[in-house]
């Protein structure tokens, strides 16, 4: 079993978010290019940012069935064209929790 849990890691990669003054970048990064994906979105084009989940580095150690079934965080990203995107990530809810903090102060200047 850990041994499937390893490949599908290994084949699914990373995913990592990345804050600049005028745009984040989500990143889901994968050896096969299947799983690859990449997003950007301007600062002036977000209206609002919310995470949510529980999906941490101590619930991936306690609970090995909760990281299995996928059971992972949400982003959401409202754009002020009325667009909703939401991502499903493996990044840790307190690094999520850091991003939506910093795009708060990036976002209110450009309402």
């Known amino acids: 079993m850990a041994t499937v849990c390893l490949v599908f890691f290994v084949l699914t990669g990373t995913d990592e978010i990345i ?3 005028d745009a984040i970048e989500y990143r889901s990064n994968s050896i096969l ?9 301007k600062i002036n084009d977000i209206q609002s940012f919310k995470v949510q989940g529980t999906y941490s580095t101590a619930s991936e150690l306690t609970s090995i069935r909760e990281a299995r079934n996928g059971n992972f965080n949400k982003m959401e990203i409202v754009l002020k064209n009325g667009e909703i995107i939401s991502i499903t990530t493996s990044i840790y809810i307190d690094k999520l929790k850091k991003v ?3 795009l708060k102060k990036l976002i209110s200047p450009h309402r």
Do not use: M, P
Not at 33 to 41: G, L, N, T
């Open 19 to 21: 804050v600049n003054t």
């Open 33 to 41: 290019r299947i799983f690859r994906e990449r997003k950007e979105f």
């Open 100 to 102: 939506e903090q910093e």
